[in-house]
């Protein structure tokens, strides 16, 4: 990581610690808040890495988080940064806002759409967010915890 | 594949001859190999007879059953034997539907369309556990998978296996072959 990204970074991000790529597969964890997260992609993009992977956690119940984790990475030397961006909202949240980052990075956009069509995280001025994966007229989101949960289901033998 | 020496053109030899007799099959129908053959029947059974050795099946697979299903339309295992090898890239032209793999219920509007385009009479073979009933996928609230071919389609053969052997897909399209002919058809 050069320089002038770390002081950069340093400016939109909250907390940042480096990791070990060995144990982890990444070099470095940023923490962001919504309001920056624009910021944080085009420093990275603007330093010639490029937008990785955009992944969600259904952090809801423990830390009353829907929590964005945007990876970045350099292809010249392999240099990957997580960024964990959370989204505020407990279990009875309605809806989860986060701002687009398609207008950036032409790969975000069916990135977007597949946390939308999973977890319903809404990306607003996204051009077209509509289902991904599934049937067009789903009205659920499967990978959000208390989806499918069978209340008094017993585990199977072990 | 060798060459065919000469001990190898010997033991083929039998085999020639012996297409010239009569062969019976199991369910006591003559078959067409059997050079003195007369039918004297309704011309829906000749209809029926022609259509049973001339199954054309739509050329399109849904998940790894496909792979099997190729494999039995391939040299070794050669569909052709039976009439059902030529696969069709064209509903309007196909008239068996092989159901080869996972259902996903966003795949099942369009396989839906795909039976509506073959002209009747035709056929459907649930091939694999997932177009019998949802097979490993089938659980307690699931939302990806449709739980068996027969809730889009009228199903008339159904092949169990995970996935099934190329043989036993030859095995239900024989099976299917005794269905046409005895004229049993949902779809006319």
Sequence with gaps: MSESLASTLA????????????????????????????????????????????????????????????????LDSVDRHLVHVDIAGGLDAETFEAPTMSKLAGGANWQEREVFDMYGVTFTDHPELERLLLPEDADFFPLRKDFGRIEDAEDADE | MGKVDK?????????VNRSATPVVDPAGAESIADPAMVRLAML???????????????????????????????SKYDLD???AG?????????????????????????????WDQMPGP??????????????????????????????????????????????ALIAGIL??????????????
């Design chain 1, 11 to 74: 400016e939109y991000t909250t907390a940042s610690e480096q990791m070990d790529y060995a144990k982890t597969g990444i070099h470095a964890r940023h923490t962001a808040t919504l309001e920056h997260v624009l910021s944080v992609g085009k420093t990275f993009l603007d330093e010639g890495y490029i937008f990785e992977m955009l992944t969600c956690q259904d952090l809801r119940e423990k830390e009353e988080v829907m929590r964005l984790c945007y990876t970045f990475n350099a």
């Design chain 2, 86 to 114: 030529v696969f069709r890239p064209s509903a309007r032209q196909a008239d068996v539907m092989i159901l080869a793999g996972t259902i996903s219920r966003k795949m099942a509007p369009v396989i839906r369309q795909l």
């Design chain 2, 81 to 83: 034997r039976f009439g």
């Design chain 2, 122 to 167: 035709k056929w459907a073979i649930a091939m694999g556990g997932c177009t019998i009933d949802g097979g490993p996928f089938k659980y307690p609230n699931q939302y990806a998978i449709v739980e068996g071919a027969d809730k889009i389609v009228p199903v008339d053969i159904y092949i169990p296996g995970c996935p099934p052997r190329p043989e």
């Design chain 2, 7 to 15: 001990k190898d053109s010997k033991r083929l030899l039998p085999l």
């Design chain 2, 44 to 74: 829906d059974d000749l209809l029926n007879m022609g259509r049973a050795n001339s199954l054309w099946p739509l050329t399109f697979g849904l998940a790894c059953c496909a792979m099997e299903m190729m494999a039995a339309g391939a």
């Design chain 2, 175 to 188: 099976q299917l072959k005794e269905k046409v002919k005895a004229g049993r058809n949902f779809n006319p």
